[in-house]
């Protein structure tokens, strides 16, 4: 569930970085329409002023369609930093979650290698137990058969029987507890992740 939540967030925000470049080149695109407009009126205005005649009504006219096309320029220019800013800050924040994704991955990772390595203890201290026991389990029955009416042997080695299974318990249990708290504990060095 957390990683399907990390490959998530990933995803949003590549669609996110996708959006703005599209964005920012259509302001570009819009900025260097605007700027062949203000070129094309200024040009235009420069001939009404060389042409005489009823130059004034149309240079008036033109100087105003100019003016409105550098204010429309100015305030593209203006949304298109902004723009640019924001992508610029969006694209830091997205390589700041991939960077936390891949500690959180590699903690996963980390933990999970440790949990597989304690399970393996636990299973191998269980066989080395049932091995030890069946083994004195064994002994004890042969000694039996041995003594035949020996009750103090039989006693003797029913006594060392049940040291060493209660050992043998005792050691299982250490182990045990060892390797869960091996996987309880943190990883050295990890230090939890401050949200962005």
């Not at 203006?78 to 991955?105: C, F, V």
């Amino acid at each position: 569930p957390a990683q399907a939540l990390l490959q998530d967030e990933e995803q949003r925000m590549g669609d996110l970085k996708k959006q703005f470049a599209a964005a920012v080149q259509s302001m570009e695109d819009e900025v260097s329409a605007l700027e062949t407009a203000r070129d094309r009126a200024a040009a235009d205005l420069a001939r009404a002023k060389r042409g005489g005649g009823d130059a004034d009504g149309k240079e008036g006219a033109l100087r105003d369609a100019l003016e409105r096309r550098r204010a429309a320029l100015a305030a593209k220019k203006k949304e298109l930093d902004a723009a640019r800013k924001e992508a610029a800050r969006l694209e830091g924040l997205r390589r700041r979650a991939e960077q936390e994704a891949a500690a959180l991955r590699a903690r996963a990772a980390s933990l999970q290698r440790r949990r597989v390595e304690a399970e393996k203890k636990l299973r191998d201290a269980a066989t080395a137990r049932h091995r030890e026991q069946k083994a004195a389990a064994h002994e004890l029955a042969r000694a039996k058969k041995k003594a035949a009416g020996g009750d103090a042997e039989i006693a003797r080695l029913r006594a060392q029987h049940d040291r060493e299974t209660a050992a043998l318990r005792r050691r299982a249990e250490e182990a045990r507890a060892k390797a869960e708290k091996a996987v309880a504990r943190p990883a050295v060095g990890a230090r939890p992740t401050a949200a962005a």
